[in-house]
Every structure is written in C-alpha cells, then in structure tokens.
C-alpha cells in the first residue's frame, strides 16, 4: 500500500460509542393519533388566528438632532478594547442606530491581530441582558448613588479612625487608571491591600519567576518566535490566559506557502522552473491529562497523569542540562511515565531549537513551574521567546494573598471588604466557617453587574457598567496601553468602578476626566513623539491603542540548581482536574445563553459541565454517557455529574469544567420554545450545571485545580447531555447504503509534513472523473463568483467563527432541550473528527456550512423555489417564499441546513436589541443556512458603487472570516485571478467535501498538514 | 307556533353579530399593498409648498439617501436651519410687518399653528431659543412607505444609479399631503430591474441583480 492510501484508509470517529459502533439513536417521540390530530387542530386554528392580524400604523421617528457623521442605518466602528477576560484584544466595535450590534477584531492590533474568540463577540448580549442590576442597592432594596457614597464615605472614615483592615478583591486588573484609583482608595487606610484573585489562577507562573528571576512576573509567550512548543497541559489555543494573541503567533509557523499541485504542473510548465518555496512549520507537543483543544491541535499528544508533569519536565531538564554541558545533580528519577526514546527525541529538538522553543506549562504548581523556568533558561529562550522586559499583565493572581485573605476573614481581621469584577464566595470552596466570618464583616461592597453570590450577602451592591458601556484602558502587556471607550449611555443607573472608588476616595470626578488625567501625567510623558497632549489622546482614542517604549531592565537568571521531583506519587487512585472551558472562562460568562449553547470545542456539550472520563475509565467503572456520578474528594465536598465519555483522556483522570452552576442561571430555565413536550434547560439544581468550585482546594499557597484521591460513585440516576456530536451525520448508515457501496469517501483530508514536502498534493484521495455531466453548463457567472477557502491547518476549532455568525445571522438560541432533539440553529457546525485509537486518537477540525454547492442538491427537490441558485454563486435561502417542506434538508448531503421548530424569538425586547436589523428574523416552519453573509456582500457592493469604485479584494468579509484568530478562512470572488482565495482554490493541498458526489461546492478546504511522523499517527 | 319566531330571533342574531363583525372590519385596514396611502401626520408638512413652489431639492432634506439605506426623515434640526427664521406663511408674516411698520412698532412674531409643534417637539421658545429644562424629543411621524420585514431596499444604489426619487415615490412636488405612489411589489421591483437590466437608467447602463438575494436574507 503506497503511504497516500495509507493516510486516507484512515478511519474517521466521532465519539467512543460511534468507534464501536453502538451509537444510541434517540428513541422516536411517541406521538398517538389522538396527540396528531390534537396538535393539528390547534395548528389550524392557531395559524388562522394569527392570519387575521390587522396592519399596523408603524411611525418613523428622526432624531431631534443628529449628530455630526451619524447616519441612520449605518455601522460605524469604534476601536476599543474588548472586555470579555483580562487578555485585552482589539475590539472594532461595530454600533448602529445608537445600539453596539457587532464585535469584531482589530486587525491593527499587536496582540490580537484581528481575531476576536466567542467570549469578546458575545459581549453584545451581555450588554442587552435584562437581569443586570439596574442601580445601586442596600440591603437588597433600591437606593441611591448619594446615598449609598454618603453612607459608605461615612462608615469608610470611621474605619479609617479605627484602623480597621480594608481588603478590595478583584479579578487580574490591566487598566492602569483603575489600579491608580483603587491604590488610591485603598491609600485612606491603614491597613488597606488589593487581593487579586482570578478563578482560574496562573498565580504559580508569576511565583516561580519570583522564585527564578527575583520579581513576580508573567512573561509574555511569543508563540509566533517558537519553532518547537512543549506545552504542559497549557490550553493556550483554547482558555489559557490570552488564547486569541496566542493562536494568532502559533498560526504564523502552521502558514503553508501557496502551491499549485502537480497537476498543475503537468499542464505545460515543468516542475524544475518553479522555484520550490520554503515549506516550514512549527512542531507542538503537548503533555496533558484531558483533551484541550490545544492538544486537540498538536503534532504530538501525550496522555499524562496530572501529577506525573514534575517527573517529566526533571527528566526533560536533565536531558538539556547533558547537552548544554552542565550535570544536574540529580537523585535516581523514577522511570518516567514517557517512552525514554521520546523524551530523548523532544529534548533532542529543544536543543537543536534553543532560542527558538519554548516550553509552556499551565500547571498551577510553584515547583513544576521552577522546572519549566530552568528549562526555558537552559535553552536561552528568555529574551527571544519569552519576554520578560515587557512581561504580561493578563494574570496577575496571588493564591497567597488570597489564602491569606481567607484566613483574616475567618480570623475576623478584615472590617470592609469589597468585590470587583470576581464572585469571591462562588469560587472559593465552601466553607461554613468563611460563609460565617463574611456574615460578621462589617462592610461588604459588590461591585457585580449581576446578583452573584456576594452581592447577595453584601451590604452595598454597586454594580459596575458592561464594558462597552464604560471609559476606562488596559495594559495588557507593558508597553502596550490601549483604550476602552463607551459604546452606548448606560442603560441603568450604573456607575463605572472607576468613578466609584473615586467617590470613596473623596473625589467626585467622571470616570474620562481620571481616564484623561492618568494618560496626561503618566502615559504622555512617556513618548516623544507627539508633542500637544490633546492630539496623542485623540489619536489613541482613534486606534484604540498606544504602543510606548519601556524602560527595559536586565532580569538575572538567579536560580542556578534546580530541584528536581524525582518521584510521580505512587497512586492508583483517580485524579481529578478542574479546568475552564472555552465558551465559560468564569462564572461571569454563565449568563451568555450564546455561550452557554456553543458546543464545545472538543467535546461537543452544550449547556452544562460534566465528568469528563476516557473509555477505558468508564469500561472499568461500569459507566456510559450521561449516568450521573457523585464525586468526592477526601475531606467530604462532593458534587454529582454526569458522565462525558471522552477519547484521548488519561485513564486516572475525571475532568470538570469550573463556572458552571452559576446563581441566576435558573432563569435558563424555559430559555427554549415551551411545548407540551419541552423539558426545562436547567438541571437538578434549578441551575445550568453544577459548581465545582467546592473540589478546588486552597492551601499552601495555591488554588489547586488538581486533586487526587478521588472516588467517584454511580448513582444510578441519568442526565441526558445535549451534545451535538453526532447530529447531522454525514456518514451514510449501514443499512440504508446501496449494495456494494462503501458509504461516503474521506470527509477530512490530512497530511504530514514529509509527505507535503516530496508532493504537495500527498494526501488527496484517488480522482473521480465526471465522465457525464447530469447538468447542462447553462448557469454562467457573468459577474462575481462568490466562494470560500478553509485552512485546516490553521483552523483550531476555537469556534469564534460560530458566535460571529450567531451574532451577524441572528440566528436563535434554543435551549438544551431542543439541542437535544437536535435542533440547534447554528449555521456554522465545528465537524471534530477523531482517528486512530480511543486511547491516543489524533483530531482534526472541520467548520462546516452551507457549501452554496453549484449542482446543488437542495434547489432540485425545493416545490416552491425558496431555495435558488444566484448568478454571483450563492445558493439563496428565500425565507418568504419556504413554506417548510423540509425537502432541502433531507436531500443536503452536508446537512447544513437548519428548520424553525419554533417561533424562537421571544419577547424580551432587550435583548431583541441585540438583533442585526439586516438579517431577516425567521419565523416558524421555514428553513434557513448559511447565506455567505449576503447582507454584506450586498453592503459592499453597493457601497462601492455608491463611491464609483471597483469592489477591491478583501473588502467584503465574512462574519466568521473577520473573527477568525488564525485567519484561517478567505472569502471573496472566483472570478478574479488575483483575488485571494482564488488563488488558494488553486492551492496543491485544496480538496473539497464529498468531491465524488459532483454537487461542485463553492466552498473548498486545505488539507491539514502535520508535523509529525507516521508512526506518531498510529497509522 | 314557536319555530318560526325561533328561527326569526336566530336569524337575526345571527345576521346582527354578522353585521358587528363587518362594522369591526371595515375599522380595520386589512392587509395590502397600502397604495395611495395618505395618513395623516403629526405636522401637515407640504411636499408641495416645499418641492414645488420653492423649488427644494429634494436631498437637500432627505440626504441620507444617498449614503444609507434610508432616505431618512430629516431630523428636526434640519427643519430648523430654515424655520429659525421662517416661522409662518410668508403672507401672515409679511402682513404683520406691513402693520408694523404702519403703526410704527416692532413686528410682533407670527407663529403658525403647524410650525408651533415644531418648535414645541425641539423645545425652543417664541425666540428660537432653547427651554430650559425641556428636551427636544422626535417627531413621530407617520411611515407611509413600508415594505415587509424580509425586505431590504436600499436608496443609495438607486441613487447612485441615478434613478430619480419621483421614478417610485411618484409626483412628491404635486402631494400636499405624502402618499404613496407606487404598489411596491415585488412584479413592481422585478419589472424596473429587468427594464433596467437591457435599457438602462435614463440613458447610463445599469447593472441592476435580479437575484433573489438582492433583496432577500
């Protein structure tokens, strides 16, 4: 068998039961005649109903006075910062009529470069949610803003007389104008400190540098510098600390030259005159206990037990150490837990790659990070890749300052306390005797935008704007200082932390006037560049960001012996790993019913956590999908879960994802459509998941995400997981296959980087020539021939793509219920497909949508014509003419078309703002897909014309493209030789889904390329 | 002997809901291409009087339509620009300056009854000046041109295509009060653009889609 065929008799998986070939159909609804005929009635007698609806008088209303450069209807974009996580991308916020609709990347910005992940676009919903709070509380009732500040300025004082301890806890700060106010706030006291916590904390990377480098440091990773990446259970691509900077540099090393394909050359020029460009890519290991979507995304995954990384990385720093010449004096290692030739093999590469390498760890443990630090030293990446002279500000937790709190808390040494921006008792463990000292804290101020679980037993509640509705700026990495302004008055009677801590300082002032004041005396004096103050605040306004020399200092390696861990505990034991996903970063995202509906990447679940758990755990236990188990941890918090079979995880490992559970998530409680048959999208506890907070322990110094010793219990109960992993299969079952057919041909293509660089087509499947054409070629493309290019080497599944489009399409949230049913809305489905052993399978991503095919299916069987081909390309879904046949969806063969079960739009007019007013609302019974974002295609279109210009290359972009942190899809016109993605339809790696079916899809992909060796992939 | 008068009394009950019932839908307009619909609006602007007697243009107030979607109402400052000064038929105000002048004094200021809502909705007092603590708020005035929500018709492509705004909105300078002209149809649409399509717009060739999706998503 020649290596090609090898790689395409790949078998292609998308969950353990369906690798086993048991995959549990859902069972068909029980419908009686009587329960037909019922529904019928009411459908008849509904539908004539809402038919006698008269029309309406409808009103224009004009402004009173428009303001300079407003136009009704148009999107103008602001650049700002986004405020979904403390990473601090660049934000073009996009606001029409008044209303922030859209967010999308800068692609000026040095850390995000135009990408934005699903937590910075879903923001907008965020903003138009109803159960914010609407203005300060105290005691639970409404106040306000004067008496609240005098009340609090004047217990504040006697504080200050009586010296008691003020403690303001918030999640990691960048903004420096805030840090000033609180610093200044906090300056009144004697006692006072700022605690920084961060749920999901990387307190042990900023340890460690104390410990190596003598200052507490996060250094910024320059993944786009690094060739050989070890990453030890990072989830840098997916939830780890800034996962759009970081995909946006790891992608620059996955970039493949264009290459046309040997066929190609076969037409007249010969190979030897092209000159073969230079084929390089990056190599990325990753060491993990579960399956990330980083290691979703690696050239090498090794399953590792949470405890097994110190043993690792002492075995992997000895290996370095030989070669750079110096011995580490080292105790007998224990036999590591890796194939000695493998570790031989990745030290081996990280020597040939020093200064070019880098090693990440996402580890939340002091002593496995001081490894790292020495590893990352012997290979000279200080400097090159990890910079330290401008480190990172995006995590700065200290798990000491919070345990410390927590002890002065219960040892009733804390007199004010107040929260902002992190629900401090959610994400702590419950403790009885903490929920106690907080009840006898005399002041309790939160800050929450929403009722969380301090608020609640706070005293003052004084809710902070939503990002997009505040001045304030970032200071993401040093040196970089960029700006968030207001994209809307606020919609309540809400007060900028910013101003609040100004007020309690004893300054009434507005929170631009402090925003301007910080830039002018801190920020100005720091460039040369321009002179007149006015004019470098309006420019950094207008970019949104500055970039400003820093004053570099020379930080000393000062560690010079390492103190290996020779010994992995000797345990049979489970462990337990808490981690955060990649929709919910932390329980402030809870509310998003966007993110709460994203299938995950990786595991396809949408609206709840669950107990993650490999095949063969779950064999060995007796567990299958959904069964609900109890976890329990030594000292007697346990929590119950369902089960989520998952390939590629570790046999000792039980995975569950943190901000689940949330106070206030029961109002998902009837999110979908309310049928007789609808079930609620809440679970046992009235609320979206379960809070795993009470598993996380802090101690020594540490929020610890990784716990051994766990027992996990059946408890014969079930809760049905929606997962959207096997909906909308393409694969043709067994029995409904044509005789002496296989089912359907490779659906993913992929390569390896050997195989790429003899032939740049290697891995395409065998051609399939259409001898006959079913169809006549009357259907020319006079003008321009829309079409889309994937990069599946690029793409990491991240699912930006797929809020952007839900944000752009208004496409509906339908709750857990109906995701179930498997009706969920999205026109963009994350395909993950797994391949070779349950164990160890390799993975690959693939966005599907509408593939606007030109022989398309769908139009054929249409009775109506609601679905049509244009002469620009696009298969066109026409909402008013679809009366709901279905037709279409049955005869797509990538099952990408989408049915309103339901009227899905609801009456909560506030967050109805949130609607693109281009994009038809659908209604019930009609079909609906990817359009290619028609609205704005045709936007850019007309735009052009309107300014008598030719419609440029790039001009007119997707959603999902515009969002995409790896910049992995092209969109624009066939027809144009020089446009880019006509050039990457003629790439040697573009292949197209189900080619042999001859439907000639508008859209193509490129064939992934691993860096890694056959006998890695298990083939 | 009582059938009859039976069947007579549910005759006519029946024929007396019949006739409640038309006399609530006769109320009601039911559903149609809304053509020659003339509301009545908030101020009894003149399309007329402004298009026609002093020769506006007409983006001199609609001028987003050639950079939006919408021709957009003027907002109520663009009406001010002029009425600042303007603040009645030119007849009433010349009149009462002519008095004036007879009897020696200053012109009183001559306010018209439409106008005065103006000024009331932009807050402005009998000497153009702001009211203290009140708020210009908007004009609710009445769509008369409205196409379904599946719809999406933009002006700046027609505009820039240089079709003429009476070419849809009909003979707007004629219109004391705006009605509207054409059916705006779907075959209305269709027809122009196939039109377009092989005679182009008033002599310029015209690039008009007769896709779907033109209009539709």
């Known amino acids: 068998m020649n290596p090609q065929e090898q790689i395409n008799s790949k078998q292609y998986w998308r969950s353990a039961a369906e690798r086993n070939g048991h995959v549990e159909q859902p069972p068909l609804p029980g419908v009686t005649r009587r329960d037909f005929l019922e529904a019928a009635g009411f459908a008849l007698s509904l539908a004539t109903l809402s038919g006698c609806d008269r029309a309406p008088v409808q009103y224009a209303l004009p402004l009173a006075n428009q303001p300079e450069g407003v136009r009704p209807a148009r999107m103008r974009y602001f650049a700002s910062t986004c405020g979904g996580c403390a990473a601090g991308c660049g934000l073009l916020a996009g606001v029409r009529d008044g209303r922030p609709l859209k967010m999308e990347g800068m692609p000026e910005h040095p850390l995000s470069r135009g990408g934005l992940c699903a937590v910075g676009q879903a923001q907008t919903l965020g903003l138009y949610d109803s159960h914010r709070l609407k203005g300060p509380l105290k005691d639970g009732k409404n106040t306000t803003w004067k008496e609240v500040d005098d009340q609090v300025a004047a217990e504040l004082r006697d504080l200050a007389q009586a010296g008691g301890a003020v403690r303001v806890v918030t999640s990691t700060i960048t903004s420096p104008t805030l840090q000033q106010a609180i610093d200044r706030f906090l300056k009144q006291f004697a006692d006072g400190r700022h605690v920084v916590f961060d749920p999901v904390s990387a307190s042990a990377i900023l340890d460690s540098h104390e410990q190596t480098h003598g200052i507490r440091v996060l250094p910024r990773y320059l993944l786009d510098k690094a060739k050989f990446i070890v990453s030890l259970d990072a989830d840098f691509l997916g939830a780890w600390i800034a996962p759009v900077e970081f995909t946006a540099a790891w992608k620059k090393w996955r970039e493949l030259p264009r290459q046309a394909s040997r066929n190609d050359h076969a037409e007249g020029v010969p190979t030897e005159e092209h000159a073969k460009p230079e084929v390089d890519m990056s190599y990325h290991v990753q060491f993990e206990p579960r399956m990330t979507l980083t290691g979703s995304n690696a050239d090498r995954r090794i399953r590792l037990r949470p405890d097994e990384f110190g043993l690792v990385l002492s075995h992997l720093l000895q290996l370095v150490a030989k070669h750079a010449g110096k011995d580490i004096a080292a105790d007998q290692l224990a036999e590591p837990p890796v194939a000695p030739a493998e570790l031989q093999a990745i030290a081996d590469g990280l020597w040939q790659h020093r200064g070019k390498s880098l090693v990440l760890c996402g580890v939340n443990d002091v002593e496995v990070q001081v490894l790292v630090n020495h590893l990352n030293h012997l290979l000279d990446n200080y400097g090159p890749t990890l910079d330290v002279q401008h480190p990172s500000r995006q995590r700065q937790s200290d798990d000491r300052a919070v345990e410390q709190l927590v002890t002065d808390l219960k040892a009733d040494q804390v007199a004010a306390i107040l929260s902002v921006g992190v629900d401090l008792t959610y994400n702590l463990p419950p403790d009885a005797a903490l929920h106690d000292a907080i009840k006898r804290v005399p002041l309790k101020i939160s800050l929450a935008e929403r009722h969380d679980d301090f608020s609640k037993r706070a005293r003052y509640v004084c809710p902070d704007h939503h990002p997009l509705e505040s001045w304030l700026d970032a200071e993401p990495v040093a040196g970089l200082f960029s700006i968030r302004q207001p994209m809307i008055n606020p919609m309540g009677n809400t007060r900028s932390a910013l101003e609040s801590f100004a007020a309690w300082s004893g300054n009434q002032i507005q929170p631009l006037d402090v925003l301007r004041a910080y830039w002018r005396d801190n920020i100005f004096p720091r460039q040369q560049e321009v002179t007149d103050f006015t004019r470098f605040w309006d420019r950094a306004v207008h970019d949104g960001f500055v970039q400003i020399a820093t004053a570099t200092t020379t930080l000393v390696f000062q560690k010079d012996t390492a103190k290996l861990v020779s010994q992995a505990a000797p345990l049979d034991g489970l462990f337990l790993l808490l981690y955060s996903k990649v929709a919910i970063p932390d329980s402030r995202h809870a509310h998003n019913p966007w993110l709460q509906e994203l299938p995950d990447p990786v595991t396809k679940v949408t609206w709840d956590n669950y107990a993650a758990v490999s095949p063969a755990l779950a064999r060995k236990q007796g567990l299958v999908d959904n069964d609900v188990v109890r976890l329990s941890v030594d000292e007697g918090n346990a929590i119950e879960l369902p089960v989520h079979v998952q390939p590629g995880q570790h046999d000792q490992v039980v995975g569950v994802a943190l901000g689940y559970g949330v106070p206030g998530t029961d109002r998902f409680a009837a999110i979908g459509p309310q049928w007789i048959q609808s079930r609620p999208t809440v679970g046992e506890n009235s609320l979206v998941g379960v809070n795993a907070a009470p598993l996380v322990k802090l101690a020594d110094g540490s929020m610890q995400y990784v716990r051994s010793g766990v027992r996990l219990e059946k408890t014969g109960r079930r809760h049905t997981l929606a997962t959207t992993q096997l909906h909308d299969s393409i694969e043709v079952p067994a029995s409904t296959r044509p005789p002496g057919s296989h089912g359907r041909g490779v659906l993913v293509q992929e390569t390896t980087l050997n195989e790429y660089r003899g032939n740049p087509s290697a891995g395409a499947p065998k051609e399939h020539p259409f001898a006959d054409q079913l169809w006549s070629d009357d259907h020319p493309y006079p003008g321009h021939r829309w079409g889309m290019v994937i990069d599946l080497n690029a793409c990491t599944g991240c699912s930006a793509c797929l809020i952007a489009c839900q944000s752009e399409n208004n496409v509906p949230v339908v709750g857990r219920d109906e995701v179930h049913r498997h009706r969920e809305m999205h026109w963009i489905r994350l395909d993950r497909y797994y391949s070779g052993s349950e164990s160890e399978p390799d993975v690959i991503h693939q966005p599907m949508m509408c593939q606007h095919c030109a022989n398309a299916p769908c139009e054929t069987v249409c009775p109506v014509l609601a679905t049509v081909h244009s002469n620009e390309g696009l298969n066109q879904q026409v909402y008013n003419r679809c009366v709901g046949t279905r037709y279409c969806a049955n005869n797509c063969p990538y099952k990408v078309r989408r049915f309103n079960w339901f009227n899905y739009a609801h009456d909560d007019t506030l967050e109805n703002m949130a609607l693109n007013p281009d994009v038809t609302v659908r209604v019930r019974g009609i079909m609906e897909k990817c359009s290619m974002c028609v609205q704005r295609i045709q936007e850019g279109r007309i735009e052009s014309r309107r300014l008598g210009q030719s419609l440029a290359d790039g001009s007119i972009q997707t959603a999902c493209q515009q969002s995409c942190p790896a910049g992995a899809i092209l969109f624009g016109d066939l027809n144009d030789p020089e446009s880019r993605v006509a050039q990457a339809m003629n790439d040697a790696r573009r292949f197209r889904v189900l080619e042999e079916l001859n439907v000639q899809p508008a859209v193509a992909y490129l064939r992934k390329v691993r860096n890694a060796t056959k006998e890695e992939q298990g083939v | ?217």
């Open chain 2, 1 to 217: 002997m009582r059938q009859p008068y039976v069947t007579a009394m549910l005759v006519i009950g029946v024929l007396f809901a019949g006739a409640l019932f038309a006399a609530s839908v006769a109320r009601q307009r039911l559903p149609d291409d809304h053509q020659a619909y003339a509301p009545q609006q908030p101020i009894a602007f003149s399309h007329r009087l402004h298009a026609d007697e002093l020769q506006m243009n007409c983006q001199y107030c609609h001028s987003i339509a050639s950079e939006s979607r919408h021709a957009g109402i003027p907002a109520g400052d663009v009406c001010i620009r002029c009425h600042k000064f303007v603040t009645a038929p030119f007849d009433e105000m010349h009149a009462e300056a002519r008095r004036a002048d007879e009897e020696k004094r200053q012109p009183k200021p001559v306010v018209s009854a439409e106008l005065k809502k103006l000024y009331e909705a932009m807050a402005l007092d009998a000497e153009m000046k702001p009211i203290a603590g009140s708020e210009p708020r908007a004009i609710r005035w009445v769509r008369v041109h409205n196409l379904p929500d599946f719809v999406y018709f933009d002006h700046r492509a027609h505009v820039a295509a240089g079709v003429t705004c009476q070419y849809c909105h009909g003979p707007v300078e004629s219109m004391q009060q705006m009605e509207q002209f054409s059916n705006l149809s779907m075959g209305w649409c269709v027809n122009c653009h196939r039109d377009a399509a092989e005679h182009g717009v008033q002599g310029k060739p015209a690039n008009p889609s007769l896709n779907c999706s033109a209009c539709h998503y």
